[in-house]
């Protein structure tokens, strides 16, 4: 059964730099795409940023394209998100999600089979 296993969460300044991790503890062969999502508290969990195992195909949200980087370094089974110029606005429990099918769209919860635990990423300004 695949694990996610996320960590590097924490709390900074606004203008302050983040590096997640996630680990796949089963490695990234048969999935397709592995995503990272956020949530706070009664909201829905939103999209952030996505890659394609093997490729330098990601994807980003719009509210932080330019300020985060998805990386992965396949050997170590390990997809990052860098994440620079923090707002308060981008407080939320962060997750790691992979997907094994091809129904939805990159951002959409449903394409995703497989989550981590979360982590809480916390900025003040």
């Known amino acids: 059964q695949m694990q996610l296993v996320e960590s590097g969460g924490g709390s900074v300044q606004a203008g302050g730099s983040l590096r997640l991790s996630c680990v796949a503890s089963?490695?990234?062969?048969?999935?397709?795409?592995i995503g990272w999502f956020r949530q706070i508290p009664e909201k829905e969990r939103e999209g952030v940023a996505a890659?394609?195992?093997?490729?330098?195909?990601?994807y980003y949200a719009a509210s932080v394209s330019g300020r985060f980087t998805i990386s992965q370094d396949k050997a170590a089974n390990t997809v990052y998100l860098q994440m620079n110029s923090l707002q308060p606005d981008d407080t939320a429990v962060y997750y790691c999600?992979?997907?094994?099918?091809?129904?939805?769209?990159?951002?959409?919860?449903?394409?995703?089979?497989?989550w981590g635990q979360g982590t809480q990423v916390t900025v003040s300004s």
């Open positions: 999600a992979a997907a094994i099918w091809y129904s939805g769209e990159w951002h959409e919860v449903r394409r995703y089979t497989y």
């Open positions: 089963e490695g990234t062969d048969g999935i397709n795409l």
């Open positions: 890659v394609v195992p093997g490729t330098e195909a990601t």
